[in-house]
T-cell receptor, first 115, second 114 residues
């Protein structure tokens, strides 16, 4: 069974631009969560999608948005990039049906650098 | 406020020695508890998880963790470390039954010396 895939793996953008990151979950999984990892703030939850609906949301500004498609693939978008958005963005997939007892499987991440 | 604390930022251990990583949480009720490992350039891999029942849980790669309610702790242990255990380890909690939001500790970096 293929794991969670994230594209692209590396991305360089400049301030003010926008970026879209993609996550393909494990086949059969319907929940996708996104996390931001930085040296200063650690791992922080962005949002979680299940069956194309956002179920949970973290404390990030509205510049961070996401969506999920009918095939469970998810994208997250960051508009008006700031230097502080430089981070490793991780997505995690799970079945989405067993709550907190679900195992979340993480992808390798997308490394975003904002110049 | 709800929080997860990993007191040790960095631990160095000799190959073959035992390892213990500390994790303390602050939540109103017993949360769902997890340990993840992240190797350089990789995503997170689940080592083990605790929801209820036996307070000593076994995970992959020879790791185990013990939940102690009285100490609000969920410490990770391995009796004999291998060089491949060098990585960053994260304790995480999910506060509620239907909550997919994981809150992570700051992580502990483990260095293994020969």
């Amino acid at each position: 069974k293929a794991g969670v895939t994230q594209t692209p793996r590396y991305l360089i953008k400049t301030r003010g631009q926008q970026v879209t990151l993609s996550c393909s979950p494990i086949s059969g999984h319907r929940s996708v969560s996104w996390y931001q990892q930085t040296p200063g703030q650690g791992l922080q939850f962005l949002f979680e999608y299940f069956s194309e609906t956002q179920r949970n949301k973290g404390n990030f500004p509205g510049r961070f948005s996401g969506r999920q498609f009918s095939n469970s693939r998810s994208e997250m978008n960051v508009s008006t990039l700031e230097l502080g958005d430089s981070a490793l963005y991780l997505c995690a997939s799970s079945s989405g049906t067993s709550g907190a007892t679900d195992t979340q499987y993480f992808g390798p991440g997308t490394r975003l650098t904002v110049l | 406020a709800q929080s997860v604390t990993q007191p040790d930022i960095h631990i160095t251990v000799s190959e073959g020695a035992s390892l213990e990583l500390r994790c303390n949480y602050s939540y109103g009720a017993t949360p769902y508890l997890f340990w993840y490992v992240q190797s350089p350039g990789q995503g997170l891999q689940l080592l083990l998880k605790y929801f209820s029942g036996d307070t000593l849980v076994q995970g992959i790669k020879g790791f185990e963790a013990e939940f102690k309610r009285s100490q609000s702790s969920f410490n990770l242990r391995k009796p004999s470390v291998h060089w491949s255990d060098a990585a960053e380890y994260f304790c995480a909690v999910a506060p509620g039954t239907n909550d997919y939001k994981l809150s992570f500790g700051a992580g502990t970096t483990v260095t293994v010396r020969a």
